[in-house]
């Protein structure tokens, strides 16, 4: 019984020694693993692009109406009601000086007005000379003359009024100048009152473009504008910043500049148009895309990829397109990897794999 007894207390001894051997075992297994878990950092997917460099061109935003510039627009109109016998232009037409424009001719009131306006003359002139002799003859007076030619007068006056109507339709009415036909609001056949006017031809179009106000110190004369209608986004023409207004719209908080069109671009009067004025120009100026920004508040930063590790540098934004950005540091330079997706978790000595570079 005794050697028994001695038998099992040595069993259990060996039993509890291979247990705690276990347990100590594991306990260092797992404390290793732990330190491996430490040492382990954790590695990022990014897409990269390399930063490049090219000419900065700053612009703004405008937009506004073409029309025509003041001063420039000339109106047909007669002093006398007439008839409108054929058509040669259309609205919208380039005309040139003395190219025929319409054919006119008196309406048939006119025309019997100019027979009265030359009986009344020839009657005011005998009148005169009758009035004349009568006071050569001491039976009329001064006034009776002076009365008789006054009739005369207005009498010839109103007949060389419509012989100037008469003599200017004989043949086409041409323009006095190149421009645009802005207006032709007569058909043939149509009776035109008088002091009504037929066409209007503008002389010269102008973009009237609409600025923030905030810019108005940035703009100045014959820098490049490049105009786009609104109506056709594939017409478009390059013009000069022209005349600068010095008022600013307080309900809109904008400002204009005028800006002269060519006659041959396309535009017609009340096209409304947008577009860019150029304010400056800088070479070798180096950018990014607009993704690769990071800011940390207000200050904005970039992530180089060097060797495989993310290092973290702050940049000063110069300016901004609708994709990417003009930027400025110290530590970046042309042809650095840039991260511009996957970013926004990258921290500074990071590990990363780069799925696509572009």
């Not at 509890?16 to 693993?33: E, G």
């Amino acid at each position: 019984m005794r050697v028994k007894l001695r038998i099992n207390k040595v069993s259990i001894c060996l039993t509890i020694i291979a247990l705690s051997s276990i347990i100590v075992s594991c306990i260092i297994y797992f404390n290793k693993a732990e330190d491996n878990e430490k040492d382990v950092q954790p590695i990022a997917q990014v897409q990269t692009t390399s930063i490049k460099k090219k000419m900065m061109v700053k612009s703004i935003p405008v937009n506004g109406t073409i029309t025509f510039a003041p001063g420039q627009i000339q109106e047909i109109t007669f002093s006398t009601e007439v008839v409108v016998d054929k058509i040669y232009i259309q609205i919208g037409q380039i005309v040139r000086k003395g190219q025929p424009l319409v054919k006119l001719s008196l309406s048939p009131n006119e025309k019997v007005t100019l027979s009265n306006a030359q009986v009344a003359v020839s009657f005011a002139e005998k009148e005169y000379k009758r009035q004349d002799e009568l006071k050569n003859k001491y039976l009329a007076s001064n006034i009776d003359v002076q009365n008789a030619l006054q009739a005369l007068l207005k009498a010839r006056s109103e007949l060389n009024n419509l012989m100037n109507v008469v003599n200017k339709i004989k043949g086409p009415v041409i323009a006095d100048t190149d421009g645009v036909v802005e207006k032709l609001n007569v058909q043939t056949g149509q009776i035109i009152p008088a002091a009504t006017s037929i066409i209007s031809i503008g002389g010269a179009l102008q973009a009237n473009c609409n600025i923030p106000a905030e810019f108005k110190d940035k703009i100045s004369m014959n820098q490049p504008v490049l105009i786009i209608s609104l109506n056709n986004q594939s017409l478009s023409t390059m013009s000069k910043v022209g005349e600068i207004s010095g008022k600013i719209d307080a309900s809109s908080a904008t400002t204009y500049f005028t800006s002269p069109i060519k006659q041959d671009s396309g535009f017609v009067s009340g096209d409304p148009i947008m577009g860019q004025v150029y304010v400056s120009t800088a070479d070798g100026q180096l950018y990014v895309p607009k993704s690769a920004l990071v800011y940390d508040g207000n200050t904005p930063y970039i992530f180089i990829n060097k060797q495989g590790v993310a290092q973290q540098e702050s940049v000063t934004i110069l300016f901004q397109e609708q994709d990417n950005t003009y930027i400025n540091g110290a530590g970046i330079h042309s042809g650095d990897e840039v991260v511009y997706v996957g970013n926004y978790e990258l921290e500074n000595g990071m590990k990363l794999r780069v799925e696509s570079k572009e």
